[in-house]
């Protein structure tokens, strides 16, 4: 069982840089394929990136974040990282990162099986 507690958020202005933490334990995270999804107020739960915590650590990222968005991790902690640079107004939403066993890459948020609580990004214009 993995327990993922996050850090980081708040209130930034456009064209901010902000990074999320995804702190894991209960157990390592090898083995886990680890997601960061959003969801604004009104929408449907969207998938932002993903990174396969391996020797490869592959990351994935959808079209309409490449370039600004960034997932890292840091193996001695059992953290995961999602680094947002030139936030804009419409990145306001909930981050939540999960953890799905294996290591392929899904996009679909039911495919993960641990959750954070989520953070609140809110991007001022």
């Known amino acids: 069982q993995v327990q993922l507690v996050q850090s980081g958020g708040g209130l930034v202005q456009a064209g901010d840089s902000l990074r999320l933490s995804c702190a894991a334990s209960g157990d390592t995270l090898n083995g886990y394929t680890m997601g960061w999804f959003r969801q604004a107020p009104g929408k449907e739960r969207e998938f932002v990136g993903a990174l396969v915590w391996s020797v490869t650590h592959t990351t994935y990222y959808p079209d309409s974040v490449k370039g600004r968005f960034t997932i890292s991790r840091e193996y001695d902690k059992n953290t995961v990282y999602l680094q947002i640079n030139s936030l804009k107004p419409e990145d306001t939403a909930i981050y939540y990162c999960?953890?799905?066993?294996?290591?392929?890459?899904?996009?679909?948020?039911?495919?993960?099986?641990?959750w954070g609580q989520g953070t609140q990004v809110t991007v001022s214009s």
């Open positions: 999960a953890a799905s066993r294996g290591s392929r890459i899904y996009t679909d948020y039911d495919k993960y099986d641990f």
